[in-house]
């Protein structure tokens, strides 16, 4: 069929395919190190601001109801204060629900 020549050529295309796919799963290799080592510090930033997400959630209507207060007519600080304690018990339980929902990331 083939000639000792063409196996030998053949076996030496062989031994080049093999080398180079091993050199590419090195630099496969070091490129996944060099992607895991710069997204080691934004893993640790991704699980503090997940605990953070449901105080946030807390916050937005509180910083809603703050703006609004402002448009209207000026009433009384405690007046304020007494309006403002209405709302903490309802978005608290909100809160209390959502940081249920949300995975820790531990």
Known sequence: MFGTKALDEL???KEVLLLES???RLKLQAELQNLRSFANPLGGLTG???GVFPLLLLLAPIAGFL???RFRRPDSFPGRIV???KLILPL???WRRFSS???SGK
């Open 83 to 85: 309006s403002l304690a």
């Open 67 to 69: 703006a609004f207060r």
């Open 11 to 13: 076996h030496h295309q």
């Open 92 to 94: 608290y339980q909100l």
């Open 22 to 24: 091993t050199l590419n």
């Open 101 to 103: 929902t949300v995975p």
């Open 48 to 50: 503090k601001t997940q």
